[in-house]
């Protein structure tokens, strides 16, 4: 199972900016597609972006425009720069992939407020 652990997240102002990372495990980085998803307290998990193994990017159309995700095969990373972050975007955010079986990190928290 690929091991992932997000990182970045804070607290920030509305218009604030945040970029979040998530390190993977492994030596198979190159061929997974990576996805990035968030919580609201009493909410459902939404996805949020994705980036596959072929540079194809995905958005969930609440964050088009604002998000961009990113990704690095040389550090096993991926990454997810938020501009433009409301209110709305608070939650905790979760990286994810699979590869023989789903994997997820332990999230990291954002929270947007003046």
């Known amino acids: 199972q690929v091991q992932l652990v997000e990182s970045g997240g804070g607290s920030v102002q509305p218009g604030g900016s945040l970029r979040l990372s998530c390190a993977a495990s492994?030596?198979?980085?190159?061929?997974?597609?990576l996805n990035w998803y968030r919580q609201a307290p009493g909410q459902q998990r939404e996805f949020v972006a994705s980036?596959?193994?072929?540079?194809?990017?995905n958005y969930a159309n609440s964050v088009k425009g604002r998000f961009t995700v990113s990704r690095d095969n040389g550090q096993n990373t991926v990454y997810l720069q938020m501009n433009g972050l409301r209110s709305e975007d608070t939650g905790m955010y979760f990286c994810n992939t699979f590869f023989k079986q789903e994997s997820w990190g332990p999230g990291t928290q954002v929270t947007v407020s003046s």
């Open positions: 492994g030596s198979i980085f190159n061929v997974l597609s």
């Open positions: 980036i596959s193994n072929l540079w194809r990017e």
